[in-house]
C-alpha cells in the first residue's frame, strides 16, 4: 500500500512563505510524477504544480513565480514552497503520486494520479 504523508501547512499572514512536505515511497522518488493540487472550501480540486520523472516542473498560472516544486532524494520527499502568499491560496493541499493519465505528466496539469495523501491546511489571512 502506497502511503503519502502531507505536513507543514498552517497560517501565515499574507506576504509571508510557507513550505509543505510529502514523505512518499522511497522506490518512487526518482521515478514517479508527482503534483500539489489544493481545494478551498466550497471549490474543485485544482493543480498547483508538477515534478515530472524527467526533472521537468510546471505550475499552475496562478502560482508561477511564487511557489516552487521540488524534490528532496535523500529523505524520499516532495515539497512546495510557497512565497508571497495571497488570501486566495489558502486551501487543503494534497500531495500526488503515480500518474496514470496518456502522455508527458508535465504537458498540463491534470487530475489522473492513483494515490493522494490525507492533505495539510494552509491558512493566508489578510
Known amino acids: 500500500q502506497v502511503r503519502l504523508v502531507e505536513s507543514g501547512g498552517g497560517s501565515v499572514q499574507a506576504g509571508g512563505s510557507l513550505r509543505v512536505s510529502c514523505v512518499v515511497p522511497r522506490y518512487a522518488i526518482s521515478t514517479w510524477c508527482m503534483a500539489w493540487f489544493r481545494q478551498a472550501a466550497g471549490k474543485e480540486r485544482e493543480g498547483v504544480a508538477v515534478?515530472?520523472?524527467?526533472?521537468?516542473?510546471i505550475y499552475a498560472d496562478s502560482v508561477k513565480g511564487r511557489f516552487t516544486i521540488s524534490k528532496d532524494y535523500a529523505a524520499a520527499t516532495l515539497y512546495l514552497h510557497m512565497t508571497s502568499l495571497k488570501p486566495e491560496d489558502t486551501a487543503m493541499y494534497y500531495c500526488?503520486?503515480?500518474?496514470?493519465?496518456?502522455?508527458?505528466?508535465?504537458?498540463?496539469?491534470?487530475?489522473?494520479?492513483?494515490?493522494w495523501g490525507q492533505g495539510t491546511q494552509v491558512t493566508v489571512s489578510s
Open positions: 515534478f515530472g520523472s524527467d526533472g521537468r516542473t
Open positions: 500526488a503520486a503515480g500518474f496514470t493519465g496518456r502522455g508527458p505528466c508535465t504537458g498540463e496539469i491534470r487530475r489522473e494520479f492513483r494515490y
